[in-house]
């Protein structure tokens, strides 16, 4: 088991519909990450979170709305997805700096939106 | 162009296989290379970290060639349990450290 949890672990959400994405790091890491995995296509960095402060990514639709209250926990806010955001999310956690290399990723929660 | 390219397979092979993964990266400012491992419905998880010279980890070999931008990935006598995704990833810094991932080789081991 990796000590990177994420809830819920399945959603389905209408267009319209709010909700959150939750991740919690136990390994002491001060850098937190949120990616997007769709079907045959590569991890796609969204956010990146480095002692709580968040590093752009100006390539992820303003509906998809990070936040890090604390090196510990992480959460992604959506708002009127679209069903092409439908794929699953992984959160990972690293020492940041320049030991990011080994990330340590959560479970995913895999989306479908309707 | 992509910035990490891998061939998807799947790649069959049988129990005892040798299997030999490759990959390349456009990005000649690249600073570290791995190898992760993702299993069906799971996450990824790092295999192993790849150095210029060599490196061996077990029934595992990664290369490095910088000049040719290419990776690879050698599994000796491979076993049902190496049944999965293989991730070819590179480090970079544009503003921060990030990891780019390519889309996966997957890999069957058969009986």
């Known amino acids: 088991e990796t000590g990177v949890t994420q809830t819920p672990r399945h959603l389905v959400m209408g267009m319209t519909n709010k909700k959150s994405l939750k991740c919690e790091q136990h390994?002491?890491?001060?850098?937190m990450y949120w990616y997007k995995q769709s079907a045959k296509k590569p991890l796609e960095l969204m956010f990146v979170?480095?002692?709580?402060?968040?590093?752009e990514n100006n390539s992820v639709p303003s509906r998809f709305s990070p936040e890090c209250p604390n090196s510990s926990h992480l959460f992604l806010h959506l708002h009127t997805l679209q069903p092409e955001d439908s794929a699953l999310y992984l959160c990972a956690s690293s020492q940041g700096g320049d030991r990011v290399d080994e990330q340590f990723f959560g479970p995913g929660t895999r989306l479908t939106v309707l | 162009r992509k910035e990490v390219e891998q061939d998807p397979g799947p790649f069959n092979v049988p129990e005892g296989a040798t299997v030999a993964f490759n990959c390349t990266y456009s990005n000649s400012a690249s600073q570290s290379f791995f190898w992760y491992r993702q299993d069906c419905r799971k996450e990824p998880k790092l295999l192993m970290s790849v150095y210029s010279s060599g490196n061996e980890d077990g029934r595992f070999t990664a290369q490095l060639n910088r000049a040719s931008q290419y990776i690879s990935l050698l599994i000796r006598d491979s076993k049902l349990s190496d049944s999965a995704t293989y991730l070819c990833v590179v480090r970079l810094y544009t503003g921060f450290q990030k990891l780019v991932f390519g889309t996966g080789t997957r890999l069957l081991v058969s009986p």
């Open positions: 979170y480095s002692l709580e402060e968040r590093v």
């Open positions: 390994l002491g890491h001060n850098a």
